[in-house]
Nanobody, 118 residues
Framework: QVQLVQSGGGLVQPGGSLRLSCAAS????????MSWYRQAPGKERELVAG????????NYVDSVKGRFTISRDNFKNTVYLQMNSLKPEDTAVYYC???????????WGQGTLVTVSS
């Protein structure tokens, strides 16, 4: 059974940091591209950051470049999102995603709320 279990998140003041984790099971983690998405109230879900399955190449939406870092631990089957210098506009529900087009894998975590507010 494919599972993505997220942890982390919560309330943080502007300028603060948080780390999100996403533990994967039920599929071959090393062959999946992993991503973090977010959805703010009243807005569409957007891709925040992604990391490839093989080379570890990363990509980020412009609004988080230089502040967020996505990483993966292939021994722990876990992907992380380190978020620094958080801004109120980063407030959203964050979701991790696993994709493997060869196997039609497209799985989502349960979502975790990040609130940036003073």
């Amino acid at each position: 059974q494919v599972q993505l279990v997220q942890s982390g998140g919560g309330l943080v003041q502007p300028g603060g940091s948080l780390r999100l984790s996403c533990a994967a099971s039920g599929f071959t983690f090393t062959r999946a591209a992993m991503s973090w998405y977010r959805q703010a109230p009243g807005k569409e879900r957007e891709l925040v950051a992604g990391i490839s399955s093989t080379t570890g190449r990363t990509n980020y939406v412009d609004s988080v470049k230089g502040r967020f870092t996505i990483s993966r631990d292939n021994f722990k089957n876990t992907v992380y999102l380190q978020m620094n210098s958080l801004k109120p506009e980063d407030t959203a529900v964050y979701y991790c995603n696993a994709k493997n087009y060869a196997t039609a894998l497209d799985a989502w975590g349960q979502g975790t709320l990040v609130t940036v507010s003073s």
